[in-house]
């Protein structure tokens, strides 16, 4: 039983060395073996069977070849790694192993059947390996990172959210989620909605899946694969796991408990840590061999996060959120004076956001050329509370919850040999509710606070309390994505030639929330006491927003394998959109600015891309898995994103006719005086016109804001062009370099019609700013500014016309190091230097959008700027340090540079409607009181900060001007792999770090004197607050935010601890890869037999396996046995039959040079490949060691065939003759039974 299970372990070996390096993969998820047979003269043979066994999942695949000796084999998630039989009659069989290498999207076997019939040497498999992980290799010039599950169970991630795992590949920006918003990302300056995510191909609508029944996710920044679409900034492409001939899964349970957050101040809920349980699993296999599979898959996430609202902060809290303790006690007071409990909401202790996902799919092979493929998701997900802000009250949040799913469809086909097809049906919907829960108008409150302590100044913040705006909302979509590609290879497969098209039909409706109840505003909170507001808006009709969209997409294209070391891929994609239900027309809108409410965007574009990737030179010599000197890779190309259905919503709920939405805003005299016990009793108590007598011309009850496209509206668009290489450093370690650019076209914008061209009167304290109402509209006493006085027609406020021509550019440069030590230690490490600049960065419709663009006086004025998403430098660092074969040490380490922000005034002072007005720097040196306290803000901001508006003095703050500090994050996780209790090492158990900066910090510097290490730091944007205006100076009065991009200790409330999670992750089934590579590195004994594991502990020497065959051995002998079993010493095989031929003196002497030669050759490369393979510990990157290892042995190889030709020369032909035919033609392979002295000269 021992000799079976060294074979065993011999055999998984060689099978994974004799295969090419690893890469990543974008394209579908089927392979395509093809190939031609032919004989000994380069005739082609009809009627040979080949056979294809996928590595990973066990399934055999057949074909049989046509009369022109071609075959073609397709092989749904086959894994990317094929071992590969040739069988004809009279012939010698062929045997050999697939693997990818560069960038191929398909596998050519060409194999020569010569008329000696040999009897192939077993090889067994025993017992049935976990799947090795598919490489999925990118089409050529692609630039992208894989992420397998075993790589992110064992790094120190908080979530695997999708849009989060994009974050681990250098030049991708993050975008927190917050509580209304998910977790996004940017690339190429780009907008989060100009990514894609995407599940076995098609488009799905969330980023939250059970990681647990992912095969991989793939990160890709830039592809000039044409099939490709639907995004012109990132794509994420995840591929569901599939079931296999062996029953295989893993399940895992994470947990973060908030009382292993260590120094955390538990009386404050903005230090506290968090509790999370996280349980995952999944389990497959098969329901008939080698027909019929399933893979079934879920995961639970439940957590709960301290509630931070104004009633559950402490005094220190308040003080770094910028409000005094006693002015809050005088909010609560005067709330209670009004007849409205702050307590009406009881606060809670924790906010619970939980999430439940699942994945089911399906695999029916009908032939071998028909493969069915079906799958569910589902996933729900809820919080409550929701939408509280850390000064708000509890009764202004609510609870939310949503929910979606789908069913896809898959059938692959060939169709003879040529002709391969793959269509795709996925329908799915989605909900989201959200419910508040107080029935009540907003109130807020404009709260200067004089502070003193570690941050002194005159802070400025806002108290809110009532109901919430947002709140109740509602949505539902459905959508129906089909998809067919039909790829044909004529010849000997060197040309794919791809045809494919698309077509997606969304249909969404919206309830949006919309400021239903209206909103109270007061300047301070002595306005609060006595009851006057300075401004109330409500939106008295809110129409239902429902938009349907249609996109179509169509491409061709070629990969052409133009010679092994070059590989292009070219062709077009026409892409269109068309928008149905569209809004009626409004002959107002016509008559008074020539725009047609009814028009809705359609278009045709046909954009063009080609890639390539190009191996140059060979490290150590050529031959077979041999690795390329160089690597270049390059392409160029138009990338086209859908048209937002955002856009469509907003334009079909707001056409200005009766039954759309209705806005309602009134300042000064015209407020009306709030009655908020009324208001509780009854919501029809709530105002639905201004009080008369109003100071300045209130706009009409009938204010109705208009949304509508342009005529010459295009969906967004960028052009990219990439160019990289790769050089490898040594056969462990190499280095890429990766510029880009993008340029961003059509990009959507707002420009309101309805402002009044031009400016009333100018601000001559301000730098002549323009101001788009007269003086006398605007209110004294607040400096609340009427919208209708900058109204061309006063019966409809904002009439945003929604145009597609902004820009945007970005230039970026990333320098890469990877790769293993000596000691064995894996290492990523990048530096990217980036420069993004664009003309509005928000991603948002509508009225929002048109705020979003910040302006120093006309807001339809386009401006170039630096991107929210420019960050100039980012640092990313993962490695892995292994401590034997049970434990390893895994890292993420990031720092980057900070994020511009612009200096925003509270408030609207232009006249158009929005708080988009950037603010003014005030001179120092002045006599104002604005000046006075300008004056102290510079003297106790940051460095950074005080140089920018020092900068700007006398000026209005251009846009993204100022920066935020640099932010650094770093975590570790411990993982640990016993294999005590007959585990076999399947089990790993984990201790990561959660802000590790933090407690460090905290070590060095104590609780109190902090440097804020490891906090994500967001500095306060708003510069000055309106809170009145001098008419006959005609000048705005302000207050000076003094904590103006304060960040420092004493600014910044929000304090994440230090804390300790704990995880546990389990295989079921043998992990194969990890096998192989553990004895590689000489730790532990082999592979045991049937129901055996894996047997060694350590490096001193393996334990017994289980049940059915031993699994130990010598730890350090594990890698000579496996070389010496796998790679023969030919002279010295042949000088073990010195008596049988009859070898003279000389040929001994020869012989033994070549034997010791040899010998050494391969000890010196078993070393190189035990020092590669220690570096693989078990995180996930094992396919970029192995990638080194099999080079190694593609030299040793060769190494064996040159001395394989030295024996020949030095014997005769007589003697050669007689030598063994398993000598002369060596199999390159594991060897059953008793072995001939090899690589041993004693």
Known sequence: MRCIGAVAAAAILALLLLTGPLQGQVGTSTDIITGLVTDENGAPLAGVIVEATSLETQIVRRATTDPRGRYTILFPDGGGQYQMTARYLGRQPQQTTLQRYADEDRFLWNPQLPPVAITLAPITVHPPPRPVRAPDVPTPGSTERALTPELVARLPLEDTDLNLLATLVPGVIGIGATDSTAAAFSVAGLRSDANAVTLDGLNISTSSVPQEGLRTTRVVTSTYDVSRGAFSGGLVAATTRGGANMIQGSSSYALRDQSLAMDADESSPFTRGYTQNQLSGGLGGPLVRDRLFIFASGQARLRDDAQMSLLDATPTDLERLGVRPDSVARFLAALQGMGLSPTSVQSSDTRTTDNLTSLVRVDYIVSNSHTITLRGDWRWGSQDPSRIQPLSLPQVGGSTNNSGGGVMATVTSRFGMHIINEAKVYPSVSHQDGQPFTVLPSGRVLLASDLSGNQPGVAVGTLVFGGNAGLPSGSRSTSLEVADELSFMPGTGVHRFKLGASAQTTHSTTQPAANRLGTFTYN?????????????????????????????????????????????????????????????????????????TALLPHEWHLSPRAG????????????????????????????????????????????????????????????????????????????????????????????????????????????????????????????????????????????????????????????????????????????????????????????????????????????????????????????????????????????????????????????????????????????????????????????????????????????????????????????????????????????????????????????????????????????????????????????????????????????????????????????????????????????????????????????????????????????????????????????????????????????????GGGGGGPGRLGMAARLDSILPNPPAQVLALRDSIVLTADQVTTLEAARDSLASELRVMGDSMRSAAGGLDASGDRQAVLARVRAQFALARDAVTRALDAVRSALTPEQWSRVPESIRNPQFGPRAGPRAPANNPD
């Open 524 to 596: 301070s909170l002595a306005d609060l006491e006595a009851d006057q507001p300075a401004s109330f808006s409500r939106a008295l009709v809110v129409a239902a927003r429902a938009a349907t969209s249609r996109d179509y997409a169509a491409y061709a294209a070629d990969v052409w394998r133009a010679s092994p070391a070059l590989q292009l891929t070219y062709g077009v994609r026409l892409e269109g959109s068309r928008l149905g239900n569209p809004p009626p027309v409004n002959p107002d809108i016509a008559t008074d600015f020539g725009r047609n």
């Open 612 to 1107: 390539f990737t190009w191996t140059l030179g060979a490290m150590g010599g050529a031959g077979a898995g041999a690795q390329p000197a160089f690597i270049i890779r390059g392409g160029a190309g138009e990338f086209r994103s859908p048209i937002p259905t955002g856009l469509v919503a907003s334009a079909q709920s707001a056409t200005g006719l009766t039954g759309s939405a209705v806005e309602l805003i009134c300042i000064g005299g015209g407020v009306p005086v709030p009655d908020w016990s009324a208001y509780a009793a009854d919501t029809a108590a709530i105002p639905d016109s201004c009080a008369t007598g109003g100071g300045g011309p209130p706009l009409a009850p009938e204010n109705r804001p208009v949304v509508l496209f342009a005529d010459d509206y295009q969906a967004p668009r960028a052009w990219r062009a990439t160019l990289g290489a790769q050089r490898n450093l040594t056969r462990l370690l190499h280095l890429s370099v990766d510029a880009g650019y993008t340029r961003g076209v059509h990009q959507y914008g707002f420009t309101d019609l309805n402002l009044v061209a031009t400016p009333r009167f100018v601000l001559g304290n301000e730098h002549n700013r323009p101001v788009y109402v007269a003086p006398s509209d605007i209110v004294p006493a607040t400096g609340a500014v009427s919208l209708a006085a900058s109204r061309r027609d006063t019966v409809f406020g904002q009439v945003l016309e929604i145009g597609s021509d902004l820009g945007s550019e970005a230039k970026q440069l990333t320098v890469s190091l990877g790769g293993v030590t000596r000691r064995g230690v894996v290492l990523q490490a990048s530096y990217t230097w980036s420069q993004s600049r664009d003309q509005l960065s928000a991603s948002r419709f509508g009225a929002p959008g048109f705020a979003a663009a910040t302006t120093a006086g006309d807001p339809n004025v386009r401006e170039w700027a630096p991107s929210d998403f420019d960050r100039r430098h980012a640092l990313l660092g993962v490695v892995t340090y292994p401590f034997g074969t049970s434990l390893e040490v895994t890292g993420i380490g990031r720092l980057t540079s900070g994020a511009p922000f612009t200096p925003l005034v509270g408030g609207d002072i232009n006249g158009d409607g929005a708080r988009n007005d950037r603010a003014f720097v005030f001179d120092p040196a002045g006599t104002t009181s604005e000046s006075a306290a300008m004056a102290r803000l510079l003297a106790a901001a940051d460095p950074g900060i005080a140089a920018c508006l020092r900068q700007q003095i006398g000026t209005v703050a251009a846009r993204n001007s100022c920066r935020g500090p640099w932010q650094a994050t770093f975590d570790l996780q411990i993982n640990y792999r016993p294999s005590i209790l007959r585990l076999q090492r399947r089990l790993t158990v984990s201790v990561s770090t959660i802000n590790l900066l933090r407690g460090v910090d905290e070590l060095l510097h104590g609780v109190n004197g902090a440097h804020g290490w490891g906090l994500t730091l967001q500095p306060d944007p708003t510069l000055v607050y309106v809170t009145g205006f001098d008419s006959s100076a005609r000048q705005f009065l302000y207050a000076v935010n003094e904590r103006f991009g304060a960040t420092g200790r004493g600014a910044n409330a929000f304090r994440a601890p230090f804390q300790i999670g704990i995880q546990a992750h389990l295989t079921i089934g043998a992990d194969r890869q990890q096998a192989a590579l553990d004895a590689l590195r000489g730790f532990g004994g082999g592979m045991g037999g049937r129901g055996g594991g894996f047997g060694g502990a350590g490096v001193g020497g393996g334990g017994r396996g289980g049940r």
